[in-house]
């Protein structure tokens, strides 16, 4: 498989530098997975892990916080929410 492939299925553009470096990285995970195909597993079960199931708990509703005493605490609030630099240009 080759970097530029997998870059445009990933939509970023790599630079040469970039593609030869990955490149690389590409190759060694390639002939890694080689070497793992070449060991033999004849007579090993495949690795299943077992989880014991996670006990359930009852939800409970419960108020862990007064909304005005957190809102109080910033630095500017308006309607209820908090009031932040503006992020998105629009």
Same mark, same amino acid.
């Given at each position: 498989?080759? /970097?530029?492939?997998? !870059? *445009?299925? @990933?939509?970023?553009? %790599? +630079?040469? $530098?970039?593609?030869? *470096?990955?490149? #690389? ?6 002939? &890694?997975?080689?070497? %793992?195909? $070449?060991?033999? +597993?004849? =007579?090993?079960?495949?690795? +299943?892990?077992? &989880?014991?199931? +996670? ?5 409970? @509703?419960? #108020?862990? &916080?007064?909304?005005? %005493?957190? %809102?109080?605490? !910033?630095?500017?609030?308006? =309607? =209820?929410? &908090?009031?932040?630099?503006?992020? /998105?240009?629009?």
């Amino acid at each position: 498989m080759k /970097v530029e492939k997998v !870059a *445009h299925l @990933a939509r970023i553009r %790599l +630079t040469e $530098e970039e593609k030869e *470096h990955f490149e #690389k990285q590409l190759q060694s995970i390639l002939s &890694f997975v080689e070497q %793992l195909q $070449e060991v033999n +597993t004849e =007579g090993i079960e495949p690795y +299943t892990p077992y &989880f014991e199931e +996670t006990p359930m708990r009852e939800d409970e @509703a419960v #108020k862990d &916080f007064d909304p005005q %005493l957190v %809102l109080r605490q !910033a630095p500017e609030s308006e =309607g =209820g929410f &908090f009031v932040v630099p503006r992020v /998105v240009e629009y």
